[in-house]
């Protein structure tokens, strides 16, 4: 016997299964118009690969994902593509997506197949690829491409594979029976998956309110090391994380998926289109939906082909759409209402209620939470159902989701019991849909700071830069004014004009200083009798000096150098030197023609 | 073709507010039924007399709010705080006292915080509590002997007359101190065997009242059986107040024994009937224990070292206090998660 474990909560809704499982699986038959959405998992929406006009074989791909998550869909049936265009599509908000209109030519011709001989001759990646064309998502509900699902990281060895035959839903038996008359395609499509993960254990858990199914698996698993293991019927017990806690005591971290804990759990329905696929080179095209519910003369189970709107099914089934109160896609606990009967089957539905009203009467008008503790009593995820319901009102998101808001699998265990018919559900799913939109907007705000701040720190950084820049280029400038001024005086210093030479200008400098120092305590020394030699040969000396100046002048000039101010001023300043040159040299001359003259 | 658009679940199998209050009223009978048969009709018109204000009170109130009468007026919630009050107040307590009480809970505690949901203290007890304090004589001198129900209790006009009008002719010495009461004032100069020669003792633990608390102990479990609430607050209150007294009075030549403090006062109607109203108690199973166990240790400091002969109303009104700091630290620990997310969410958060 295996150790089973039990997870907190739970409810024991009515049932209601046995008016489905009273008929056989019937073949739902071909509608006069598919209506086939190109959305029907996680992911990238596929594009369409025909044209309007076509004609596609039964199983022929008509729309892939070029890039990005998803799988392709592809024709139920052989016919000619009618249209593609926006249509409603199963789906909790009533818009319309994208779909392929097939107009059915009733021959139901299979496009060529090849179905593999032995997979495990075929490498992994090869298989997986197979159940990627194969268009194969998780049937559950979800809808994630089952080859992703099938490729865990290297990191996250899978060690239990579950196979979910749980249903806990009330009303829906798709899986009930599917395993009591495909069991043999459950297990080899079981078997594929186990061929990819290579788990340690292998488990199909089925709750006791199906003992056919349970019996027939057994059967089915006879000499395998599958282990069929019968948990006892308490919703929402086939909730992934909840399954996973009865079968192995493990429990989801928080944020994280199965495969973080090494276990995998995957959809009776799954199952066997992976067998289908690999086995018989089947795609997914049809899958078995309930079709239940007090306004349906026959209820029961129908495999139908995905694009096959509800209304065909329903009138097939007897329908009676004046008793109709609503009209529920999935199960009484978790599923949608559908606004009309004209949306298409997908791969993800499982179950239609055609409910009348005293069988899903309208709630009760809501009540003043009266804190009874109802609703934590029940939760599977141990939350605290009406204090996240006080904040969701109050919109204290924070608060609710410090009470671990986004736990909630919305499996409405605790608005089924709650006393004074709080939809709290609904109040979750408010609250979890503004935190989404806050966090968004946070994000956009947080990146808007973002590159606002970047741009501040860019724009003063370039004001900085600007200002060394200018810094520099005005220290650049004063050095140069007094190399310039170096050079120039050092031109009037030293006969080597042209040489900018710092050494050469610090001389000129020391060189001009002695001379002022001379010419100040030279002057009693004009006393003396002025050398007119050594004045004579000043002058000359001056006058090469301007000469050279003069050249140096024209040819600045010529050259437009920007020197030619200086040179210009050096050149007056020379001429002034040669005049006093002069000018001393007749003093001189003079006085020695006549001394007495001489004062100081 | 247009259908109910409706978000899920779609299906709703919960006992209605009305439903479980109709519970808890039928669950108060048999207690009801052990007070009229030991302590003759006092009880019954009391419940009879509050639960007719207090439905009164609760469409007065509703009408000044503004508030549909049809949906709140059926809630049964006034009648269960009239009923719970008519059960607690000396049987012959004077009719305005009971009125008093019924108006204070049901205007001031209920309707002035907001009605069914929203008030943070226990109605009656707070109705209760008022009228204790307000009017001591009253509230301690009406509890009548205990005499079986046409065997020598004074008759039903007789009660009426005397809780209407205060004519107190006909059932002149009918009144006496309740047991705990007895115990409290006379252990500290009498043994515990003269003590219980009271005749408020009578041959078993309290006369009558062992009854009354054993038919609310059976009408609490029903309410466990039919899972109107759960075990946590009831065997906390209980087990709290056992443990106070096995640890500090196992002396019964010092104190009142377990068995006086179980089967005595309302113990077991404040255990299971007044110490788990929802509304005011606290919400996790964590939380509960310490609520319930809160209660029946303070319920025990009270009668031992306080000044009132019982203590139930005083000790459940001061753990409402206490509930949302016990529900700040007594988060559960999520499905998933490590360890329970305790107080409120951090602001300089991420």
Request: hydrophobic content about 40%; proline content about 7%.
């Amino acid at each position: 016997m295996t150790q089973l474990w039990d997870f907190a909560g739970g409810i024991h809704p009515p049932e209601n299964k046995q008016q489905s499982t009273s008929r056989p699986i019937r073949p739902a038959g071909i509608p006069e118009r598919l209506i086939i959405p190109l959305q029907q998992h996680i992911g990238q929406r596929a594009e369409p690969v025909v044209q309007v006009g076509d004609r596609v074989l039964k199983g022929q791909k008509i729309a892939d994902v070029r890039s990005g998550l998803g799988v392709p869909v592809h024709a139920p049936t052989s016919g000619i593509v009618e249209s593609i265009g926006e249509h409603p599509v199963p789906h909790p908000s009533g818009l319309a997506d994208l779909c392929v209109f097939l107009r059915p030519d009733g021959e139901d011709q299979w496009r060529p197949r090849s179905p593999v001989r032995d997979y495990r001759e075929l490498d992994r990646d090869t298989v997986l690829g197979l159940i990627r064309e194969a268009g194969i998502a998780g049937m559950g509900g979800a809808g994630f491409p089952t080859n992703v699902k099938l490729s865990p990281p290297r990191d996250r060895k899978v060690h239990t594979l579950i196979l979910n035959g749980a249903e806990c839903e009330p009303y829906i038996t798709a899986d009930d029976m599917t395993m009591r008359e495909r069991a043999d395609d459950v297990v080899a499509g079981l078997k594929v998956m186990a061929w990819l993960l290579r788990p340690e254990r292998c488990v199909i858990g089925i709750e006791d309110n199906k003992p056919e199914a349970a019996e027939a698996m057994r059967k089915a698993c006879e000499g395998t090391q599958t282990e069929v293991v019968v948990i006892p019927t308490k919703y929402p017990s086939g909730g992934e994380k909840q399954l996973i806690r009865i079968l192995t005591g493990l429990e989801v971290p928080s944020g994280g998926i199965p495969a973080d804990i090494g276990v995998m759990c995957q959809n009776i329905g799954t199952a066997v289109a992976v067998a289908r696929a690999v086995f018989n080179d089947e795609p997914l095209i049809s899958r078995v939906v309930t079709l239940t519910g007090g306004a349906l003369r026959e209820p029961g189970n129908v495999d139908a082909l995905i694009g096959t709107p509800m209304s065909y099914l329903l009138e097939r089934a007897g329908w009676r759409p004046e008793q109709v109160g609503r009209l529920v896609l999935g199960g009484p606990m978790m599923g949608f209402t559908l606004p009309d009967t004209e949306v298409p089957v997908t791969k993800t539905s499982n179950c239609v209620i055609a409910a009348t009203a005293t069988e899903l009467p309208a709630p009760p008008p809501q009540q003043p939470c009266i804190r009874c503790g109802q609703c934590a009593e029940v939760c599977p995820m141990e939350l605290l159902p009406q204090q996240l319901f006080w904040h969701a009102r109050a919109e204290e998101f924070d608060k609710a989701e410090h009470l671990n808001l986004f736990d909630c699998i919305e499996c409405g265990a605790c608005a089924y019991v709650c006393p004074s018919a709080i939809p709290l559900v609904q109040y979750y799913r408010f609250a979890k849909g503004e935190i989404r939109v806050q966090r968004a907007e946070q994000a956009k705000a947080d990146r808007a700071r973002e590159r606002f701040e970047a741009r501040q720190a860019r724009l003063e950084r370039e004001q900085q830069e600007k200002e060394q820049k200018r810094r520099e280029r005005a220290k650049a400038a004063a050095e140069a004014q007094a190399r310039k001024r170096a050079e120039a005086e050092q031109a009037t210093a030293r006969d080597d004009a042209g040489e900018v030479d710092e050494r050469a200008a610090k001389a000129a400098l020391v060189r001009q200083a002695l001379e002022r120092k001379k010419a100040r305590t030279g002057a009693p020394a004009a006393a003396e009798p002025p050398d007119l030699e050594a004045l004579e040969k000043q002058w000359l000396q001056a006058r090469a000096k301007l000469d050279t100046m003069q050249g140096l002048l024209a040819e600045a000039k010529a050259k437009q150098a920007d020197n030619v101010d200086k040179l210009e001023r050096a050149v007056a300043k020379n001429q002034e030197r040669v005049q006093r040159a002069e000018q001393a040299l007749n003093d001189a001359r003079q006085s020695l023609q006549n001394p007495s003259q001489t004062t100081h | 073709m247009a259908f109910v658009q409706q978000s899920s679940p779609h299906t709703h199998r919960a006992r209605p507010t009305s439903r479980v209050m109709l519970w808890v009223i039928l669950a108060t009978l048999p207690g009801l039924l052990a007070q009229t048969l030991f302590f003759g009709w006092g009880n019954l018109i009391n419940v009879l007399w509050c639960v007719g204000l207090a439905v009164v009170a609760e469409a007065a109130v509703l009408w000044l709010r503004k508030k549909p009468l049809s949906v709140f007026l059926r809630d049964n919630t006034a009648a269960v705080t009239g009923l719970l009050l008519g059960l607690s107040l000396p049987p012959l307590a004077p009719w305005w006292v009971s009125a008093v009480a019924v108006v204070t809970a049901i205007v001031i505690a209920k309707q002035l915080y907001g009605g069914l949901g929203s008030n943070p203290f226990n109605p009656a007890m707070a109705g209760y509590a008022l009228v204790l304090i307000s009017f001591p004589v009253a509230m301690t001198t009406n509890w009548p002997e205990a005499a079986m129900l046409f065997q020598g209790a004074p008759d039903f006009a007789d009660t009426l007359a005397r809780i209407f009008s205060g004519t107190q002719t006909a059932i002149d010495g009918w009144t006496m101190a309740t047991p705990l009461d007895e115990y409290k004032h006379k252990v500290a100069t009498h043994t515990a065997a003269e003590i219980l020669r009271h005749p408020t003792f009578g041959e078993g633990i309290a006369r009558g009242w062992e009854w009354v608390n054993a038919a609310f102990l059976a009408g609490g479990l029903c309410l466990l059986a039919l899972r109107i609430m759960t075990w946590h607050i009831p065997v906390s209150f209980l087990a709290g107040l056992g443990l106070m007294s096995l640890a500090f009075g196992s002396n019964p030549d010092q104190h009142a024994p377990l068995s006086l403090h179980l089967l005595a006062g309302g113990t077991m109607l404040g255990a299971f009937f007044i110490a788990t109203d929802p509304v005011t108690a606290a919400t996790s199973h964590q939380g509960k224990l310490i609520y319930g166990a809160g209660i029946g240790i303070l319920v025990y400091l009270i009668r031992t070292w306080g000044n009132y002969p019982d203590a139930v109303a005083f000790s459940v009104l001061l753990m409402n206090f206490a509930v949302p700091f016990i529900d700040y630290y007594t988060p559960p620990r999520t499905f998933g998660h490590h360890k329970a997310r305790r107080g409120l969410p951090s602001r300089n958060r991420g």
